[in-house]
């Protein structure tokens, strides 16, 4: 007894019918976003999907998230089981038996222990779901048992039993070819053959009916669920950005402009992909800082927003009328608000997790981008921040004579093309903070122990930007970068060095777009580079500093994969590696001070700042060694507030300096 052709056939036929329509007005929306060029560097982004998807990079650094690979890796081997599915449905009796005997027996192998694997993972998962539920899913409990993804799961759970159901039949019956190579079924088949007492025939009929069933309804839901990553996240990981996505395109200012993102297809066509592409796992909300210290921002939601708001604005959207749903306003489904928007710290965590490498940070930004430039609307904090820079180019609007009081009696050169080899941009920071002038005066001592040709720009220099960029207020940052690229041209500077990775990752990273292509330096890398080539000899191990723990910079590590060259440095000053924070690396945790917050107030949930000294504190640290003067100042701030007067902070160039006090004058 074998399925009917012509009924399959047609069954078939209306279920691809209906998935190619669901594929077609989802995928047919992201085409109303912007042009994005995203087809650059091929052979890079084809070796990063091959690493991504069938490696599964982002998906094993969980532990929970090897299970989500088995179900992975088992659809991959069972494709072709499906397909050979198909094809007998259609045509009665083909297999793949005309393949050589040794590789059908493999295969057969393959497909039997996948979907074994495949139904264990799907039990996990109902479990987990059901009795252990991620901090992501607790937050909405109700979604975690949503029907959907149960569904999902039981259908997934219902191919696997009925293929153990079919292929059991027929080897009870004595009909499968190459039973001896499927243990799973062959176990099955034994157990058939123990308890059932009907025809072998009608079994395999109910088992063939009930997967086609399953694997057809599967076709069918697809692409009107959130499972629709399924077909969007290989491309997506593709598709991504070549570089880190660490700074923002420009924009064309004239007159009339609309800038930034109020609507959703004011974004990029990739913006409205990575939409469909989420598979709201939750990643990046137990990354997110903000989201981690109880403020509104919830980088899962700004992207489910962004997919909801396209959805339910395109039938206007697609004949050229606006939606009716707000992309940003009041809390709601399919809409941001101006609260999550301005929470974000651009710290890089949300992207750095993500499975299938969906950019939140950019989106945050273009809408910033219309609340500052089309709207206004910004934190009253930040208005003193953006008319110092305009007026005075720096946040504190401090007059320009003011930079160069920071080293005092020390002699400070000026840069000179073709006689000085490093221009050191020394920062508002470096040059205004009082606490970071000494780490600057540190860095300077070591470049003139080293014997470093250096200079500065003196009271020319202008700030980099960062903040400004970050925050939106992209006019102002572009009139800012062409003054600057133009000076740095004018003086014939090839390399810098900063101490500040914001100024290091703006000037390394987003002055390309200005024409600048700058040998661009972080000071920990130069430091731990003189102390390897010996260049920089120190007189003394640094040991006074108790436990020691280093805070990595999100702008220096996530944002620019430097991670090795502080601890080094450190290593080398001190004699012994750096201790670690329990959330460190890649997984760091943000001070609380990038993309602009460092000018704003904290008015929801725990101070990000705290959270992190709070980390420190429970390690015991004795000292916390930054290699950023933002950090520097948020994690001072926070010993303060905590009242923790033992523990101390230490930028990475004092612990440095510190080496080349002479032994008898060390102060311990």
């Known amino acids: 007894m074998s399925p009917n052709p012509m009924l399959f056939g047609a069954l078939l036929l209306v279920s691809l019918l209906l998935f190619s329509v669901g594929c077609y007005r989802r995928l047919s929306l992201v085409t109303l976003g912007q042009p994005d060029q995203r087809l650059d560097n091929p052979a890079l982004r084809l070796g990063r999907m091959l690493v991504h998807v069938f490696g599964q990079k982002q998906v094993i650094r969980k532990r929970f998230?090897?299970?989500?690979?088995?179900?992975?890796?088992?659809?991959?081997?069972?494709?072709?089981?499906?397909?050979?599915?198909?094809?007998?449905?259609?045509?009665?009796?083909f297999t793949l038996s005309f393949l050589p005997a040794a590789l059908h027996h493999a295969l057969l192998f393959a497909f039997d222990l996948a979907s074994l694997l495949a139904?264990?993972?799907?039990?996990?998962?109902?479990?987990?779901?059901?009795?252990?539920p991620h901090s992501s899913m607790s937050s909405n409990y109700v979604k975690a048992r949503s029907v959907e993804g149960f569904l999902i799961l039981s259908l997934i759970a219902l191919l696997m039993v009925a293929y153990f159901g079919l292929h059991g039949a027929t080897i009870a019956a004595g009909t499968e070819q190459g039973a001896a190579a499927m243990p799973v079924s062959g176990l099955v088949a034994a157990l058939i053959s123990a308890s059932w007492s009907g025809s072998l025939a009608s079994l395999a009929l109910f088992f063939w009916w009930l997967h086609a069933a399953a694997l057809l309804a599967f076709l069918c839901l697809l692409p009107a669920s959130k499972h629709m990553h399924i077909l969007t996240g290989i491309p997506n990981i593709f598709l991504a950005s070549a570089e880190k996505p660490n700074h923002q395109p420009r924009e064309e200012f004239v007159k009339g402009g609309r800038y930034g993102a109020s609507t959703v297809q004011q974004f990029s066509w990739k913006d409205l992909l990575d939409g469909f592409s989420c598979t709201e796992c939750g990643r990046c909300q137990d990354a997110c800082?903000?989201?981690?210290?109880?403020?509104a921002l919830n980088p899962r939601q700004v992207i489910h927003a962004i997919k909801t708001n396209l959805l339910s604005n395109a039938p206007s959207l697609q004949i050229g009328e606006p939606g009716v749903m707000p992309l940003i306003g009041q809390e709601g489904e399919g809409t941001t608000t101006e609260e999550s928007i301005w929470a974000c710290t651009t710290c890089g965590s949300c992207m750095s997790v993500c499975p299938?490498?969906?950019?939140?940070?950019?989106?945050?930004?273009?809408?910033?981008?219309y609340l500052v430039q089309m709207k206004s609307s910004f934190p009253e904090e930040l208005f003193p921040l953006f008319e110092n820079m305009?007026?005075?180019?720096?946040?504190?609007g401090i007059a320009p004579t003011e930079r160069t009081k920071w080293h005092g009696p020390m002699e400070v050169k000026a840069f000179e093309a073709g006689k000085t080899e490093y221009l050191f941009y020394v920062g508002c920071a470096g040059a205004f903070d009082s606490r970071q002038k000494q780490a600057t005066v540190a860095f300077a001592t070591i470049l003139d122990a080293a014997g470093v040709s250096w200079g500065t720009l003196g009271k020319d220099e202008k700030c980099c930007g960062d903040s400004l960029r970050r925050l939106g207020n992209e006019f102002v940052f572009e009139r800012m970068a062409d003054e600057n690229a133009r000076l740095l041209k004018e003086r014939g500077v090839t390399?810098?060095?900063?101490?500040?990775?914001?100024?290091?990752?703006?000037?390394?990273?987003?002055?390309?777009?200005?024409?600048?292509?700058?040998?661009?330096?972080?000071?920990s890398e130069l430091l731990a580079r003189l102390l390897e080539?010996?260049?920089?000899?120190?007189?003394?191990?640094?040991?006074?500093?108790?436990?020691l723990l280093f805070h990595d910079s999100c702008y220096l590590g996530r944002h620019n994969d430097v991670y090795s060259a502080p601890r080094k440095a450190l290593e080398l000053a001190t004699g012994k590696a750096p201790g670690e924070f329990s959330r460190s690396g890649r997984e760091s945790f943000c001070c609380g001070a990038g993309g602009g917050r460092m000018w704003q107030e904290e008015h929801q949930g725990e101070r990000i700042n705290l959270n992190r000294v709070k980390e420190a504190l429970e390690q015991k640290a004795d000292t916390i060694c930054v290699s950023c003067p933002y950090c520097m100042t948020m994690i001072e701030d926070g010993l303060k507030d905590l009242q923790a007067g033992g523990t101390r902070v230490r930028e990475l160039a004092e612990v440095v300096a510190e080496g080349l006090r002479k032994v008898s004058s060390a102060v311990c």
């Open 390 to 396: 305009e007026g005075r180019s720096n946040p504190w």
């Open 533 to 547: 080539q010996g260049r920089l000899k120190l007189n003394r191990e640094v040991g006074d500093l108790g436990k």
């Open 65 to 93: 998230g090897w299970n989500h690979a088995v179900i992975f890796w088992s659809f991959i081997i069972l494709m072709l089981a499906n397909l050979e599915f198909m094809a007998s449905g259609i045509i009665p009796g």
């Open 495 to 523: 390399k810098v060095v900063t101490q500040c990775p914001h100024c290091f990752s703006t000037l390394k990273n987003d002055y390309r777009q200005y024409g600048m292509e700058l040998e661009v330096i972080h000071h």
């Open 119 to 132: 139904l264990a993972a799907v039990l996990v998962a109902f479990s987990r779901r059901l009795f252990f």
């Open 356 to 369: 299938v490498l969906i950019e939140h940070m950019p989106k945050i930004v273009k809408m910033r981008r």
């Open 289 to 295: 800082p903000a989201a981690a210290t109880g403020k």
